[in-house]
């Protein structure tokens, strides 16, 4: 199985940039559809995006289409989400999925079809 662990998180202004990594070892990682979920406080956890297994096809919460950027590295074991200007409601706790999949082809966004979670990294955002 394979373990992750979120970093990269920290306090930013709005209008800034940041990257999130997620380290993956334990299992070949190029075996794993990869997803990024976030949960504010009081709210329930919500999908960002979302990378098929060889990185070649990514879908992305509505909302945050154009500022995210979802990619993966397989040779590194690495997954990166890269957050562009970033605003006040952007502030989470941003967590990396995986699911072992066959499909090359296929993205997954619901949290229900993970099973393996990394531990998360706090993104604030002041204003």
């Not at 709210?43 to 945050?64: C, M, P, Q």
Request: positive net charge.
């Amino acid at each position: 199985q394979v373990q992750l662990a979120e970093s990269g998180g920290g306090l930013v202004q709005a209008g800034d940039s940041l990257r999130l990594s997620c380290a993956a070892s334990g299992s070949p990682f190029r075996n794993y559809a990869m997803s990024w979920f976030r949960q504010a406080p009081g709210k329930a956890r919500e999908f960002v995006a979302a990378i098929t297994r060889s990185g070649g096809r990514t879908e992305y919460a509505d909302s945050l289409k154009g500022r995210f950027t979802i990619s993966r590295d397989n040779a590194k074991n690495t997954l990166h989400l890269h957050m562009d200007t970033l605003k006040p409601e952007d502030t989470a706790v941003y967590s990396c999925a995986a699911r072992r999949t066959l499909s090359s082809d296929t993205v997954f966004k619901s949290s229900s079809e993970f099973g393996t979670w990394g531990q998360g990294t706090q993104v604030t955002v002041s204003s």
